[in-house]
């Protein structure tokens, strides 16, 4: 069965470095998110991307934050100037539509120190 | 924007008994309404979800039910067995975007 990928399972960081986290969606969905869940609280939607561009975004998705696909398979999501409170586990999801559903990633744990 | 209430947030049952764990939302506009189990060092994993046509959906032991007037929806586990021990959240979509309940931890007991 197809599953979504996420490279590193955990990635350490000093604060102000910057991080790149990759998923790899499942091959033929055309929308893809990244989500992230700070250690127990709500996951909470960071941005939807489409068509090689922001779709949507929360408003925790400042300037520090982008995205990307910058082939057929990557999704990135890159935090530049890591703050501590970026500590969390971000996951990545793909869907084939904008109101299908949607399939999670393993994750990935970012520790800010 | 959407606000998802999840009760209760830990949930102990004996094998063979079931589960209940609900859910509120405020934005009467959300129409779908996924519920996920999440593993130990897994992702997020789809078990069932319901539309905001539809008022019940069963899939062989669990079975989901939608309050569209009271804007609250109900995930129930008959039968329960050890392996359905996990966290599960549930979810609402309103526009293009996803909200969370906080999670059940869900312990069955052998």
């Known amino acids: 069965e197809p599953e979504v990928t996420q490279t590193p399972s955990h990635q350490v960081t000093q604060m102000g470095q910057e991080v790149i986290l990759r998923c790899v969606p499942i091959s033929n969905h055309l929308y893809f998110y990244w989500y992230r869940q700070i250690l127990g609280q709500k996951v909470e939607f960071l941005v939807s991307f489409y068509n090689n561009e922001i779709s949507e975004k929360s408003e925790i998705f400042d300037d520090q934050f982008s995205v990307e696909r910058p082939d057929g398979s990557n999704f990135t999501l890159k935090i530049r100037s890591t703050k501590l409170e970026d500590s969390a586990m971000y996951f990545c999801?793909?869907?084939?539509?904008?109101?299908?559903?949607?399939?999670f990633g393993p994750g990935t744990r970012l520790t800010v120190l | 924007g959407e606000n998802v209430e999840q009760h209760p947030s830990t949930l102990s049952v004996q094998e063979g008994d079931s589960a209940v764990i609900k859910c509120t939302y405020s934005?009467?506009?959300?129409?779908?309404f996924p519920w996920y189990k999440q593993e130990l060092g897994k992702g997020p994993q789809l078990i069932i979800d319901?539309?905001?046509?539809?008022g019940e959906k069963k899939d062989q032991r669990i079975a989901v039910t939608l309050n569209k007037t009271a804007k609250h929806f109900s995930l129930h586990i008959t039968e329960t067995q050890p392996e359905d021990s996990a966290v599960y959240f549930c979810?609402?979509?309103?526009?293009?975007?996803?909200?969370f309940g906080t999670g059940t931890s869900l312990t069955v007991i052998p």
């Open positions: 934005d009467s506009a959300s129409n779908y």
């Open positions: 979810a609402a979509r309103s526009g293009n975007q996803f909200y």
């Open positions: 319901i539309r905001s046509n539809v």
């Open positions: 999801a793909s869907a084939w539509g904008p109101t299908d559903t949607q399939y």
